[in-house]
């Protein structure tokens, strides 16, 4: 499978998703995904369109209003998704490569999340007003996140498994 297919599939896979269960976007789960399969800027490119696509269907599909407030969490969120990326690209090559993949890719979740939360913090601050970073909401967003890492990382593992298709 190439690298193309691979971040079609995923993009794919996460804005179907995120349609079907009316979620949002899981932005720290792709980017930590991304990081550990993708050059950097391929990596930023795939995140950026999952962001980008987010958006759209917000502000396109659901109606979001285009007021500062809204406008500003919506950037934001893309600032808090190259946070995410920025960390786990630099924490990956850093962790032992005889620990299997999925423990690697695991534990850089957790600087991903983090960078992403205070950059949360970030966007709250210039956003005054539009949000309240609590830890029910920061667990929910941990929550999401993680279980769509879990589930994307199982579904990369099985499409690892299959056989390629042969070209005539």
Do not use: H
Not at 32 to 61: E, M, N, S, Y
Not at 90 to 95: E, H, K, Y
Request: glycine share 10%; charged share 10%; proline share 7%.
């Amino acid at each position: 499978m190439t690298r193309t297919t691979w971040s079609l599939g995923v993009y794919g896979l996460v804005v179907a998703g995120c349609l079907a269960l009316a979620c949002l976007e899981p932005l720290v789960a792709v980017a930590v995904l991304a990081a550990a399969r993708l050059k950097l800027p391929a990596a930023a490119a795939l995140t950026a369109a999952v962001w980008l696509t987010g958006q759209a269907i917000g502000f396109g599909l659901r109606g979001f209003p285009v007021d500062t407030q809204t406008v500003g969490w919506g950037v934001g969120l893309g600032v808090m998704a190259l946070a995410s990326l920025l960390a786990a690209a630099a924490v990956l090559p850093r962790l032992p490569q005889r620990l299997p993949e999925w423990f690697r890719i695991a534990a850089a979740f957790v600087p991903a999340f983090v960078a992403n939360q205070l950059a949360a913090l970030g966007v709250e601050f210039a956003v005054k007003g539009s949000c309240e970073i609590v830890p029910g909401v920061v667990t929910a967003i941990g929550l999401i996140n993680a279980g769509w890492l879990a589930a994307l990382l199982a579904l990369d593992a099985l499409a690892r498994r299959l056989p390629s298709p042969r070209t005539p």
